[in-house]
């Protein structure tokens, strides 16, 4: 592999958590003016199923084995279901910052579910780093109640989101070994698309938006949601992946916050969205340390072993 494509590997990944930051923050306007969060969901699940059908029709796929199923249901279940349910209802309460610090807790979730699970060893520079990162976490729930434009319900959904989205990696992990990224993908959002249909509240949110009355920047902004931040980032993400290592990909994630923060000044300077730099406070940005220390302790010293 070329030096010219370990750059393009990482801008390529610099570019997912920019998409990441943004959507924060964008998706965050829309709601619950002009669209309710679960029929925000079914808008963005239906439609990246559609576009992942369309690239998968261009790819030879492999016959899935009957013992593979259940990690499919359930990674449609915790990967798309779940994980999409609670992130948008908990941005809806919650802040966009919060909803990127928070995030950025995935690698040493899926460090704990991997201890649980597949039976990891845990160090104790690794028990160490999930003990501040979990102190972090805690700390701003605790905290989101007394905060401006947050919630302490709004902040539990996002752990939620951020749990479930971790169980789904390491559930995931064996298929994407015995199949292609792009089935696993596909069949995993279409899985996930109709647990989302069996959710008794989506039909009824649903028929009550008033789509006529949406101005052309609203579709902007869903559309960006369902191209961009759905579809565009798991091809730079696959693309990353091919070159540089999960670990790599992994460490980007402290990027998110930080999108987060120049995302809501740029967005509120030029009239895209409402202004929500008072959420960025002293605080906030402490807890924010406390989790990038926990998952850079946890990361960095699993990658030395």
């Known amino acids: ?48 199923v559609a576009l992942f059908w369309i690239l998968l ?20 279940l915790f990967g798309v279901a779940i994980n999409q349910l609670f992130f948008f209802h908990g941005l809806n309460l919650s ?15 899926v460090f704990v579910l991997a201890v649980i699970i597949a039976k990891e060893r845990m160090s104790k520079i690794n028990g160490l780093g999930v003990l501040i990162g979990a102190t972090g976490a805690i700390l701003l729930t605790l905290s989101s109640g007394r905060s401006a434009g947050s919630s302490t319900l709004g902040d539990l959904f996002l752990l939620i989101n951020a749990l479930s989205y971790a169980l789904y990696l390491v559930i995931s992990k064996p298929l994407l070994q015995k199949y292609s ?11 996930g698309f109709m647990l989302l249909l069996l959710f008794p509240p989506t039909w009824q ?15 902007y902004k869903i559309i960006y949601v369902i191209v961009g931040v759905t579809f565009l980032t798991y091809l ?24 987060v923060i120049v995302f809501m000044v ?8 409402e202004n929500y730099s008072h959420t960025i406070t002293l605080g906030r940005l402490l807890y924010m340390l406390f989790i990038f220390m926990g998952v850079y302790l946890v990361s960095f010293h699993k990658t030395k072993q």
């Open 266 to 273: 740029v967005f509120a300077t030029i009239g895209w969205t």
């Open 205 to 219: 949110e649903f028929s009550k938006v008033e789509f006529s009355t949406f101005p052309l920047s609203v579709w």
């Open 236 to 259: 730079l993400t696959i693309f990353g992946l091919k070159y540089v290592g999960a670990t790599v990909s992994a460490a980007y994630i402290y990027t998110q916050p930080i999108m």
């Open 95 to 109: 802040s966009a910052l919060n909803a990127g610090i928070i995030m950025a807790l995935n690698p040493l979730m």
């Open 1 to 48: 592999m070329s030096k010219t494509q370990i750059i393009q590997a990482h801008i390529a990944l610099f570019v997912v958590n920019m998409l990441y930051g943004a959507n924060h923050v964008l998706a965050k306007g829309l709601m619950p003016q002009f669209i309710d969060p679960t029929s925000f969901i079914l808008l963005r699940v239906s439609g990246a």
């Open 57 to 76: 029709c261009f790819q030879k796929t492999k016959r899935i084995e009957p013992k593979d199923w259940w990690r499919f249901f359930a990674a449609g």
């Open 181 to 191: 990224p792009l089935q696993v993908i596909t069949y995993v959002f279409s899985i």
